[in-house]
């Protein structure tokens, strides 16, 4: 699983870099950079709930796509 | 109209022909996407929106050549079984629109059933193809996030080809047995004949230039593909072939004269391309103006030393966060300024100095 920003949902609220990170900071101007790679299970509770809290739901879980 | 054999797409594909908006997508691919789910309901969107500043030969070869654009609307039509033609032509082009309107009531009637008109605004993004399909439907023309991809769901919810004109062109001569072989390239800045130019597929830059009468000056850098290309040095720009291998984007070629400021030059084309973003996505809106406030600073010897290390800093971070590639593209062309004129940013407040000695 990998997490994936709608940037036109986005409106850089933040509550998902105070949730989550290990894998999402903010840039300058308040929005998530997210990092592209394979969630590590250990941090998919904490995801979930980034995904969950989102407040303009701009933030989801994807599986990853399996390279051929 | 010429007739068509059973495997026109397959004649596309091996004529290794890719889209001449920009992108430089595979045409038959994209094609074969809207064949295998047209059921006779396909939307042909005919792409003469030119949204980039520098660009004319949409428009010239709208205006000059109109029944070859229209062939290739109306093969596309038949191929994929399409319901409507739309030809969104950009609000601007007004000679291009009453060229190819007075081209359509020379066509068939069965054939002019199809065609319906649609102005494009004079947007940078709006002959982007999601941007063309949202104005066609809801008549905002900005990106949005896929999917549904146009071949899926585009106009009307329907399979859509959004074509630009010039590779519509190239169909209507592919059905008439030949190859795509030219391309249309437009020449701009410190040229002697600055305009359209067709020259064949791997003509060098440096060949190009010279059938454009010549310098008028000697080139400090050239920007190979517009504003969303890049700047190279002008003794590895000769060299390079003009193929669709080569970045060229939408065709572009411009070249800046030894005398300009390259600093005062990126700087005015970054805060068109930040006042172009569709403002949806934050890291375009905010960070593109960022990125030409910046630049501006510099440009105007009033930054606080930092912006050069900001610059480099926003070039990682910025690209692949829109819904659409206009920062990304914003970013390619800020980068490559970067490198081809790293002195230049660097010792740009002796410039002004330097002038007035």
Known sequence: MRLVVDPIKCDGRGLCAGLLPELIRLDDWGYPIVNP???????????RRAVEDCPVLAIALRRSQVKK | MPQLGVDFIGAIERSGLVGRGGAGFPVGTKWRAVAQRSGGRAVIVVNGAEGEPRSQKDRLLMTTRPHLVLDGAFIAARVLRARRVILYIGERHEKARHAMLRALHER???????VTLAAAPGRYVAGAETAAIHFLNEGIATPTTAPPLPFEQGVDRAPTLVQNVETLAHIALIARGGRPTSTLITLAGGV??????????????????????????QPKAVLVGGYFGSWMEP??????????????????????????CPVCETAGIMR???AESSAQCGP??????ALADACTRIAD?????????????????VPGRGACRHP???????????????SDFANHGSHDLRRAA
């Open chain 2, 108 to 114: 068939t009637e069965p054939e002019r059933g199809l």
């Open chain 2, 284 to 289: 375009c809106f905010f960070g593109l103006r």
């Open chain 1, 37 to 47: 790679e394979p969630l590590p299970a250990h941090l998919l509770p904490h995801a």
């Open chain 2, 192 to 217: 002697a004949r600055p305009g359209v130019l067709e020259v064949e597929l791997g003509t060098s830059i440096g060949d190009a230039v010279r059938q454009g009468g010549g310098v008028t000056e």
């Open chain 2, 301 to 317: 010897n009033r930054s606080d030393g930092r912006d050069l290390s900001r610059l480099n800093r926003w070039v990682d971070e």
């Open chain 2, 235 to 260: 003794a590895e720009a000769w060299k390079l072939p003009l193929d669709h291998r080569a970045r060229l984007g939408c065709g572009v070629i411009g070249l800046l004269p030894a005398s300009a």
């Open chain 2, 272 to 274: 068109y391309l930040a």
């Open chain 2, 328 to 342: 990304d593209g914003a970013v390619m062309f800020l980068s490559s300024a970067l490198r081809v004129f790293a």
